[in-house]
């Protein structure tokens, strides 16, 4: 039997889910098209939907590598990175039980943040 999978988007990641969103209503009533705003909420989405289908899809990172702040915060015991357009990144960790699967967005952060926070430095 095939559990349902959620997809919740928490904090940082639902506001700034929102913000995107706002902003490109804005774009659209100005009759812009394609920006780069525009891109990232169709990669989100996209993402999300992959993501629902097979929680498992992104790209899971070793336990050692999750960042304290999400194991201390949301009790991440696991974390999967997926890639979104322009170098973003969407970050997620799967939580489950007997009657569903949960994959709750711990963040959607640009690649100067995602450096930050796993503490990648440029040489």
Not at 38 to 57: C, G, W
Not at 99 to 104: L, R, S, Y
Request: proline share 2%; hydrophobic share 35%; glycine share 4%.
């Amino acid at each position: 039997m095939n559990k349902p999978v959620r997809v919740i988007l928490l904090d940082e990641a639902d506001s700034e889910y929102k913000k995107l969103n706002e902003v490109v209503g804005q774009q659209i009533k100005e009759g812009k098209d394609n920006t780069d705003e525009m891109q990232l909420l169709r990669s989100i989405k996209q993402k999300i939907d992959f993501v629902k289908a097979n929680p498992f899809y992104g790209d899971n990172i070793a336990k050692g590598l999750i960042p304290k702040e999400y194991a201390v915060k949301y009790n991440a015991k696991n974390l999967w990175r997926v890639e979104l357009t322009n170098y973003w990144r969407m970050l997620y960790t799967i939580k489950g039980d007997q009657v569903e699967v949960i994959c709750f967005v711990l963040d959607i952060i640009d690649h100067q943040e995602y450096d930050k926070k796993f503490g990648y430095k440029k040489k």
